[in-house]
């Protein structure tokens, strides 16, 4: 097994398939020539060429909107877009189409298309380079939301969401691009799309986190555990949509004291269906009011005050405290 | 440093062959076969009828919103017709002869339109998307197929609706860009209809023609009169067979006149004078087609009232059918199909929640 960064992972992922499925082209700004901004698809239009590794020209609706086209009429599509920030030119295509060609034809066509873009904080970037805006996505109805939160799970999920009948978007927390290796088998290693999984077991209180949030989170729960000796169940939700609660309801259930944290804003944040989930479902085991350790309902700051806008190990384990205090 | 021009040598053409007085231009007459023309006579003819019908339902209240396409059915029809069943057809949602050309049934509309999502089903050989109702945004659809045709080394084309306010939008602009970029098999038709809803043609672009917007792209453009079967025939069938060889997409402006309601919502009244409608009744396609049918010997009299006969039968056939298969539809749990090739547990759940509800109401009601 090679130590891959997230980077390297997804490129991974992107060069098995192309090698497996002809009928996988890679579409976006600068994704030929130039490897991706963050080269994430270097190396693909030396090996595929350029009318399956395709430099278009700067306009993100018509990335999605022909990637639609391209996918009913039976291609899969991957375009990357090059920054979250510039994703809602494709917005309209995604929500209008995407997510409701299978429904208009009554099951004719379905749209196989895999949409990247990076997400998230932490590179110190532009504005609009920086939003973690991925409840505005999951609210869509047939859209499937994935959100990574390091190399290995990132090949696996990006795998499945190119053989994903339905459209995925798939959001990369940048500040992991370089930020750590892990194992990745060679072989073909997928994950099932619409699950999360627990990343850290513990009986004593449950933290919910995805993306970039999650190795703040697990390093908050280690600290709580050297602190003051409680084990925390850490939950990678990994698809925030469709969401899957089995996991988060039943360690609830086991804990009764749950803490949600996402970088994104809080209000009717993906945090908010969370804890709607956990009133609806495990209600009666809550030991305490559910907390939520989130971005600010405020536009991110540029860099220099961004550390205090993201969520970080001192805020989870502040929010763990309270929860483990409350009477 | 002078100022130096920097020649454009492009125009654009403006293509008639049977104007508004039935008179014909022999040398550019499309040499069409006799049933391929009496094929498109009566589809015009049953379109035309069929929106009529349409309308007068929906002013009973038997079909729900819909907008009526009489008027612009040379437009729409005469571009179809230079496709293969083959090529794909992505429709905007005013291309009603277009669509039963290309196989819709007229059960599907009336379905659609009376509110059950069966009428979009495409059956398997249609290789058309189902209407797209955001303005313009299926313009990059079509860019996508014909790329995906090309890709694939098929020799096939993609053929696209929208009207005229639809240049407007940017995807209408990134659509023909991209197609220009990468000379992709995709074929433009602009229904110009004069009106986007209340906003004239002169209120969308300073431009003199919607056409010339082609040559921005490199592209080949050409304007034709849309009220003009025999014209925009031969610009679609100039255009697909270009494309077929290589030679990249054409944007076509159809010049037309939508002659009724912008849906049924709508009251023209508001925004145009009767005066100008009927200005475009005399260049109304139906009759100078016929014209041009009769000249040729290939349609009497009596050969029109047949065909109205037929058609009226055909329409009334239909209407029956599909209020007979209305009795059998209105499943509520339909409500949660084919959104996902496998529902989420999250969506049965709600599927449960909801015949649960409905187990409940229909306790209520037997108790009342």
């Known amino acids: 097994m090679a130590k891959l960064n997230l980077v390297q992972a997804l490129n991974l992922a992107l060069r098995q398939e192309m090698e497996r499925d002809d009928r996988v082209i890679v579409l976006g700004e600068d994704v030929g020539r130039d490897g991706g901004v963050f080269r994430v698809t270097e190396g693909l239009i030396e090996r595929f060429g350029e009318e399956r590794v395709v430099d278009t020209p700067l306009a993100e609706s018509a990335i999605v909107g022909t990637a639609i086209g391209m996918a009913v009429a039976g291609l899969r599509p991957v375009c990357e877009i090059q920054f979250d920030g510039f994703t809602y030119y494709g917005m309209h295509q995604i929500e209008a189409h995407a997510t409701r060609l299978r429904w208009r034809s009554r099951g004719r066509f379905h749209v196989p298309l895999v949409v990247r873009a990076p997400y998230g904080g932490g590179v110190r970037a532009l504005e609009h380079h920086s939003e973690s805006r991925e409840a505005l996505w999951a609210h869509l109805p047939g859209l499937k939301t994935v959100i990574p939160s390091g190399p290995r799970n990132a090949r696996a999920l990006l795998l499945s969401a190119i053989r994903d009948p339905d459209p995925v978007l798939f959001f990369e927390p940048k500040a992991l691009y370089r930020a750590f290796r892990e194992e990745v088998p ?72 749950v803490a949600v944290v996402h970088e994104a804003p809080r209000s009717f944040g993906p945090g908010a269906e969370i804890v709607a989930r956990l009133v609806e479902k495990a209600f009666y085991h809550l030991e305490a009011p559910v907390a939520r350790v989130t971005g600010y309902d405020v536009i991110i700051p540029l860099f220099r005050r961004e550390a205090y806008y993201l969520p970080d190990v001192p805020r989870i384990v502040q929010a763990a405290r309270r929860l483990l205090e409350a009477p | ?151 694939r080394r098929t020799d096939r084309v993609a053929m696209v609706f929208f009207g005229d306010g639809a240049t407007s939008q940017g995807d209408f602009h990134e659509g023909l860009n991209f197609a220009g970029v990468f000379s992709l098999p995709a074929i433009f038709v602009c229904q110009n209809n004069q009106w986007a809803i209340s906003v004239p043609r002169a209120r969308q672009t300073r431009s003199r023609t919607l056409a010339q917007k082609a040559l921005a792209y490199g592209i ?149």
């Open chain 2, 1 to 151: 440093m002078p100022r130096t021009p920097i020649e454009i040598p492009e125009s654009i053409e403006h293509l008639s062959i049977l104007d508004e007085t039935g008179r014909l231009d022999r040398d550019l007459e499309p040499r069409l076969e006799e049933g391929l023309l009496l094929r498109l006579h009566r589809t015009m003819l049953l379109a035309r009828r069929f929106d009529e019908r349409l309308l007068s339902l929906q002013r009973q209240g038997r079909i729900g919103t819909f907008p009526p396409s009489s008027g612009q059915e040379a437009a729409h029809l005469g571009a179809a017709a230079a496709l293969s069943p083959e090529d794909w057809m992505v429709p905007a949602f005013r291309e009603l002869a277009a669509e039963i050309w290309r196989g819709r049934t007229l059960e599907s509309v009336l379905l659609y339109n009376a509110g059950f999502n069966e009428g979009g089903h495409i059956p398997p050989e249609r290789n058309d998307l189902p209407i797209s109702i955001p303005v313009g945004s299926q313009i990059l659809h079509a860019v996508g197929i014909a790329w995906a045709l090309r890709h």
């Open chain 1, 186 to 257: 060679e072989e073909e290693e997928t994950l099932p799309i619409g699950r999360s999984r627990i990343a850290r077991e513990g009986g004593d209180l449950t933290l919910v986190a995805y993306g970039a949030m999650l190795r703040p989170t697990l390093e908050a729960a280690e600290e709580l555990s050297r602190q003051r000796g409680a084990e925390a169940e850490v939950i990678d939700l990994l698809t925030i949509s469709p969401l899957d609660d089995t996991l988060l309801v039943a360690s609830a259930r086991k804990t009764g004291r």
């Open chain 2, 220 to 368: 080949h453009g050409i304007q034709v009169d849309g009220n003009d079967l025999l014209a925009v025939y031969a610009a679609a069938a100039e255009a697909v067979g270009r494309a077929r060889a290589g030679g990249g997409p054409t944007l076509i402006e159809c010049v037309t006149y939508r002659l009724s309601v912008h849906t049924t919502a709508d009251d023209p009244r508001r925004y145009r004078t009767e005066e100008e409608v009927e200005s475009w009744r005399r260049r109304d396609p139906l009759p100078r087609f016929q014209k041009y049918l009769a000249d040729k010997g290939l349609l009497s009299e009596e050969g029109v009232r047949a065909a109205e006969e037929e058609v009226a039968r055909e329409i009334q056939q239909a209407v029956e059918r599909a209020e007979e298969a209305m009795k059998a539809l209105g499943d509520p749990l339909d409500l949660f199909e084919h959104l996902w090739a496998e529902m989420p547990p999250t969506l049965r759940e709600q599927r449960e929640e909801l015949i649960a509800a409905l187990a409940a109401r229909g306790g209520e009601e037997t108790h009342g």
